[in-house]
């Protein structure tokens, strides 16, 4: 394929396409020739082929005329045996030209023959008979064996008629020998090529020269009827003779009627002969056409060389240099002319090349180094989204800094503030000696502290340096990083909250390495890496709010329950029993009434400080409600004991104590279950230790009580809640109150929580706190809370029909309802007939402490519901025990935190710290953020500083009937 492709080709075949017109001439010349020779030889052979058929034409007419005469003989005519026998005997004896003379009778007998009679003549076998009695008229028959004579013969007929009717008595035949027949065809008439051929109807061989009786009787392939369809006199064709040859044939009709009947004269002349002088000229022509095109060929070859191919060669022999890599390189070629100009324009695009690569190696140059420095972004929140830990964290930074960063050298560390120095905690690449001798202040007045490290922790930000041997800050690690081979560096500081925490250093062998991209590009590896520690802070803080209270950093009721259910499992193996107390501050809720929430939060983190150090090594304490605490007792030997323990761990109760400046009496009251007498589980053994402390609340001269089956009838009143419980719906003593929930921004409602209330005929106003749980457990919140739904669609109606614009309203779902195998179905039904604004205006809220174990079970139901555009908020938060991955699990849109934690901003930096950390949480996994129980300008502002969306609370508004909220809704 390349030697088409080549120049030189391309000339010479554009020379052969100029001297193709020759030969088309030498080609269409000889054609001609050709035809005229084809011509002429049609012209000689189908004359040969007439003189032929005339001859024969006239031995026809002969034998008619004898025939005839024989027929007018009486003896013949009348068949009279045996005269007409005689005269056949004598014709035959002295004319051989025929085998056998007779006469046939109508019948089909023969009546008379020159030869013995050997039975009744076969007419059918005798084409020219059976046409004579049928035309009348003479008729010549095809090749047969005789059946007298037993030679090969022709039958010649005549029709011998009755004079009076005109009908046939008779005919007269005659039967020639085909020997005779072919010795005397006359074929000298023929020049010497030519072939002849006398054939019959059915195309069988009479007469053949020069093959002669070779292929008598047989019939030609070349004379097949196709040759001639029609009644043609004279035909031409082309066909084969029986040796192979290709021949012109002529084929002339010597006699009319039935075709079978026909003889047919053929002659015919080889190809070769009529071709032969039209082909020798054709060679000829193409010798003398080969020879000048040779000759054309060897000129243009070496003309192009002369000519074109030495300048294209130049030409390409600069190209291929180029292709190398040697822009440089320009075309050798002088003088004018296209190939003078295009040599001009060749140097002029290899400058043009030679710039522009130097500009492109340049510019990839600079793309590597970015995509390098992506590379190390990419990489490192990969890390950021798999590492939990900070160490780790930060010596996989390291790692990717070297390995995919290709920096020589890179270290992290974090900055003591108290005294004044960065201490390195992980590292990567060669540097590790170099790192030893490190030392680093932050203060800029030593000399430690004059270099980059220092001046980015003091700027915030970060600081490089492209010539660490010529840069006077760097004067006291110059000789270390010399021998380390660094020559540029640069640190780059790491945030938490807005806050330094530690500094990332790099390190490059290369001079003037920190360019304007470089720096930026790992000025965003150092915040990302940032927000990767702030993210670890988060979620260290997040689980320690799982677990532990962070009012008072006991540990929470989940925590509590599961060290009572070690406890008891440890207790099963040494035979020791297992006490669970469960103590509450009976006046916390006047406190919090009267001094308001900061003074019991403080008197609740005294009281546990102050039990603390009254308890036992080993035993634990719990906050696991707003003032309730638990303490789980371990490692007593006897029941007698426990009186003595539980007197040492209250005995500084009653106790007054200062807060805000005010001075309390506060009591402990304590239920107390002990394991295995009450109960055989955690659970079991706090809910009696809880139902004892529920029956003595009141009892202010009873510190503590043991549980007893006594202590069932104190449950009565519960029993009572119940039953009450069960008719209140009937007995419309339910109600809806709604408190606002507003846009910290603007104060303007966004929404409102719809809170259950109940004013009981027997038992009066019911608390929430008291009947909610009885509904839990009794089921009656399944009821409760499909009727909170549709009354607030019902009130949501009301709004749409007043002057104000209506927001979305949150109902509380319980778990249990969630459970309910329907619960789906009935919400979309309730959804159906709620009214629709630019958004959904029912969603539903879920208490943290609700969700242990479920989110599994009700994700799907949530997300189904969500589909629908309901929205889900998590409320309480922070004062259950459930885990933080849930809140990935479950479809939540919006998470409320605890009044309890609200309440201590601007008065505890923990509880500052805890709502900074879950608001960063939950805005991290896209949740907006509800303050719950805001009751002062100063929490709003502190929550409006940390970034929270909305809040709630008495600062706003208590919840209150429909009527009343309804002027906290927006204007239309």
Not at 197 to 206: A, E, F, P, S, T
Not at 510 to 535: K, W
């Amino acid at each position: 394929m390349y030697f088409w492709t080549r120049l030189r080709t391309r000339l010479l075949l554009l020379a052969v396409l100029a001297i193709l017109p020759a030969l088309i001439v030498f080609l269409v010349d000889t054609d001609i020739e050709r035809h005229k020779a084809l011509s002429h030889a049609e012209d000689q052979v189908l004359a040969f082929a007439r003189l032929k058929a005339g001859y024969y034409a006239e031995f026809a007419a002969q034998v008619h005329v004898m025939l005839e005469t024989i027929a007018a003989i009486p003896d013949v005519a009348d068949a009279r045996q045996p005269d007409c026998k005689t005269t056949f005997v004598r014709i035959l004896a002295h004319d051989k030209r025929f085998n056998n003379l007779g006469v046939v009778g109508s019948n089909g007998r023969l009546l008379c023959s020159g030869l013995p009679d050997n039975g009744a003549m076969n007419v059918p076998r005798r084409n020219a008979v059976r046409q004579a009695f049928a035309t009348r008229e003479f008729a010549v028959g095809g090749y047969a064996i005789g059946q007298v004579s037993d030679l090969p013969e022709i039958t010649f007929a005549y029709p011998m008629l009755d004079p009076r009717r005109g009908s046939v008595t008779a005919v007269a035949y005659a039967a020639v020998n085909m020997q005779w027949l072919s010795e005397v065809d006359g074929s000298a008439l023929l020049p010497a090529d030519n072939s002849f051929y006398l054939i019959d109807g059915k195309d069988r061989v009479l007469v053949a020269r020069p093959d002669g009786g070779t292929v008598r009787g047989s019939t030609l392939g070349f004379a097949h009827r196709a040759a001639w369809q029609g009644n043609d006199e004279a035909a031409t064709f082309m066909g084969r003779d029986p040796q192979g040859r290709t021949s012109l044939y002529a084929r002339v009709r010597m006699h009319g009627g039935h075709n079978e009947s026909d003889l047919y004269a053929v002659v015919g002349l080889p190809a070769d002969i009529i071709f032969g002088p039209p082909d020798k000229l054709l060679y000829h022509n193409l010798v003398l056409f080969t020879v000048l095109t040779g000759l054309f060929l060897l000129i243009a070859w070496f003309g192009s060389d002369v000519l074109i191919l030495r300048h294209f060669h130049a030409l390409l022999q600069g190209a291929r240099r180029i292709r190398s890599g040697d822009y440089a390189s320009r075309a050798a070629v002088r003088g004018s002319g296209e190939f003078a100009e295009l040599a001009m324009e060749f140097d002029s695009m290899a400058q043009s090349l030679q710039q522009r690569r130097e500009e492109a190696q340049a510019y990839i140059a600079h793309i590597n180094r970015l995509s390098r420095l992506y590379r190390v972004i990419s990489s490192i929140n990969g890390v950021i989204l798999r590492v939990r830990d900070r160490r780790e964290l930060l010596r996989e930074t390291c790692r990717v800094a070297v390995e995919v960063g290709n920096f020589r050298f890179a270290w992290a560390g974090t900055v003591d503030v108290e005294n004044d120095e960065v201490k390195p905690l992980a590292h990567a690449g060669s540097g590790a000696t170099y790192l030893e001798s490190l030392r680093l202040s932050t203060r800029g007045d030593r000399v430690e502290g004059r270099g980059i490290v220092g001046q980015a922790v003091r700027a915030g930000t970060f600081a490089v340096t492209n010539d660490i041997d010529g840069d006077p800050a760097m004067q006291f690690w110059r000789q270390a990083a010399h021998d380390h081979d660094y020559r540029s560096a640069g640190a780059f500081v790491l945030k938490v909250t807005d806050r330094v925490v530690g500094v990332l250093a790099v390190y490059s062998a290369e001079q003037n390495f920190f360019d304007e991209d470089e720096t930026r590009l790992m000025a965003e590896v150092a915040a990302d890496t940032s927000h990767g520690l702030e993210h670890i802070a988060n979620s260290e803080r997040a689980e320690f709010l799982a677990n532990f209270d962070p009012l008072t950093d006991l540990p929470n009721k989940s925590y509590f329950l599961t060290r009572l259910d070690n406890a008891i499992s440890r207790a099963q193996r040494s035979g020791q029993i297992v006490a669970a107390v469960v103590m509450r501050i009976a006046e916390l809720d006047r406190i919090n009434g009267t001094l308001g929430y900061a003074a019991g939060d403080d008197v609740v983190k005294q009281t546990g400080r102050m039990v603390t150090s009254n308890m036992r090594y080993g035993d634990t304490l719990a906050r696991i409600g707003g003032q309730t605490f638990g303490v789980i007792m371990e490692n007593i030997t006897a029941h007698e004991d426990m009186p003595a323990l539980i007197a040492r761990m209250l005995q500084d109760f009653p106790k007054t104590m200062h807060s805000e400046n005010q001075e309390v009496m506060i009591h402990l009251n304590a239920g107390i279950a002990v394991f295995p007498f009450d109960a055989s589980n955690g659970a079991g053994l706090y809910r009696q230790a809880e139902l004892v402390l529920h029956a003595t609340a009141d009892d202010l001269g009873t510190p503590y009580r043991f549980y007893s089956h006594d202590i069932d009838r104190r449950a009565a009143e519960r029993y009572a809640i119940d039953a009450a419980l069960t008719h209140a719906l009937e007995r419309n003593e339910m109600r809806l109150y709604y408190q606002p929930i507003v846009d910290i921004s603007t104060r303007r409602t966004v929404s409102m929580e719809a809170l259950l209330r109940w004013n009981s005929a027997q038992l009066g106003a019911v608390s929430p706190t008291t009947f909610i749980p009885v509904a839990e457990e009794n089921g009656g919140i399944v009821m409760l809370g499909y009727w909170a739904m549709e009354e607030a669609c019902r009130q949501i109606h009301v709004w749409q029909a007043g002057p104000r614009r209506a927001v979305p309203v949150s109902v509380n779902v319980s778990m249990r309802q969630l459970r309910e195998a329907d619960f789906g179905d009935r919400v979309k039904t309730i959804f159906s007939t709620c009214p629709q604004h630019t958004e959904p205006l029912l969603n539903i809220e879920i208490t943290e402490s609700q969700l242990m174990g479920t989110p599994r079970q009700v994700a799907w139901l949530l997300t189904e519901l969500r589909a629908l555009g309901i929205r889900l908020a998590i409320d309480d938060f922070g004062t259950g025990y459930s885990s933080l991955s849930y809140l990935n699990q479950l479809p939540a849109d919006t998470l409320k935190i605890d009044r309890s934690f609200v309440l201590y901003l601007g008065k505890d930096a923990a509880a500052e710290t805890v709502v900074r950390g879950v608001i960063g949480l939950a805005h991290s996994l896209g949740l907006t953020v509800v303050a719950e129980g805001v009751e002062t300008e100063a929490q709003l502002g502190l929550l409006k500083k940390f970034g929270c969306d909305y809040a709630q609370g008495y600062l706003f508004s208590p919840p209150v009937p429909g009527d009343q909220a309804e002027a906290f809704l927006p204007a239309r």
